[in-house]
């Protein structure tokens, strides 16, 4: 692939829209550009409002150009996994070309037939991941490109989503004036920069907790076998602040944030600070350890709400134990207190990228990672090419859209079938 690539992420959660400007070098991803503003039409995960999600994305957007000095036109999306399902699929091709040298031409065309399968009206293919490759009988092929053969399988997981829920997701980008060059299942973008490869490979536990809802995905045998999501999450913490606290759900979120502690054996009741609250006009004060009494009984009812899920689906003795990700768990004392319930190896995953060094950044920046790695793996391109300067006189100009590059008519089955299904 090309040196210094630009790759572009949107993130569209609960309580934020994320942009990243990455520049791809020799494999090295550099952070350039962030957008981060609060979101506006979404809850629990789910867009419920198109409009107000169209403004969040275009402000996030225009934050991120900001600081790069360029128009921005396409953009890596990530997916939620409500209502996501996965199953084992399989295609086989004949080799195309005359010498029998097997092309991405070939690799394309069987993931294409490994996605013809059949599906119910309301569930779409988000994405494809190849387990292995079989060259005329010869099993555990990782890249068969290259190599002479006859015929070409692929062996690998579907991943369906709800159209709905796709159909929503990608309106809003089109109508934010992006164009889409990949989609992502969030747990894969979170777990390529979250998990080592043992991670992957011995069985762990990825646990997202962000604002609206908690995404627990379990990889094992180095694929992702199993995710979820629980419609709880950090705005749950801060409506029991408001509550507990009796003021403002403003004013809890903010005490969430700056006073807030997960670990009450930790805190401390000589840290005190002062709000305002509903029905008096004198301030009153509170102790870090009342925070913290609050705070940890909502964040130990995350924590086991996730053991169940594991234990009833079987996967509750992981070895490689749980790995903690999302904006939720920046709260202090919350890893501490992860390790106390699941009795446990626990790890906190944070990005470490200049200027991203917070968990809530982390499906933002692996959704360029994971892209990145599977177009290498294809043999496509994803890299979006900046465009012109911003300039103050036509920064509200819609920018110019490039023409498409050749290989990108055949990147995939699965981008035509979207954009065929919701846009034609």
Known sequence: MEENEIYVSLDIGTSSVKVIIAEMANDRLNIIGVGNVLSQGVKRGVIIDIDKTVDSIKKAIEQAERMVGVHISQVIVGIVSSQVQLEACQGIVAVSSENRDITDEDVWNVMDAAQVVPLSPEREII?????????????????????????????????TGSKTILHNTLRCVERAGLEITDIVLQPLAEG??????????????????GAGTTTISVFEQGKLTYTTVLPVGGDHVT????????????????????????????????????????????????????VADIVEARM???????????????????????????????IPGAIDLAGKVFQAHVRLAIPDYIGVREPSFTTAVGLIKHAYQTAEKEGRSLG?????????????????????????????????????????
Not at 303 to 319: A, D, Q, Y
């Open 127 to 159: 994405s494809i991941i190849p387990e292995q490759y079989v060259v005329d009988g010869l099993e555990g092929v990782t890249d068969p490109r290259g190599m002479r053969g006859v015929r070409l399988e692929m062996e690998g997981t579907l991943i």
């Open 192 to 209: 390529s920069i979250s998990l080592t490869e043992d991670d992957k490979e011995f069985g762990t536990a990825l646990v997202n907790i």
């Open 239 to 290: 409506k029991d602040l408001s509550l507990g606290l009796n003021t403002s759900t403003a004013t809890a979120e903010k005490v969430k944030l700056e006073h807030g502690y997960a670990f009450y054996d930790d805190a401390s009741s000589d840290v005190a600070f002062g709000i305002d609250v509903i029905g008096s006009d004198q301030q009153q004060h509170f102790t870090q350890l009342e």
């Open 300 to 330: 130990e009812e995350i924590f086991m709400l996730t053991i169940e899920e594991l234990n009833r689906v079987g996967k509750s003795h992981l070895p490689g134990g749980y790995v903690l990700t999302g904006g939720s768990m920046a």
């Open 384 to 424: 979006a090419a900046p465009e012109e300067p911003i300039a103050e006189d036509n920064y509200n100009q819609k920018p110019k859209q490039k023409p498409k590059k050749t290989e990108e008519e055949k990147v995939s089955t699965k981008m035509k079938n979207f954009f065929g299904a919701f846009f034609d």
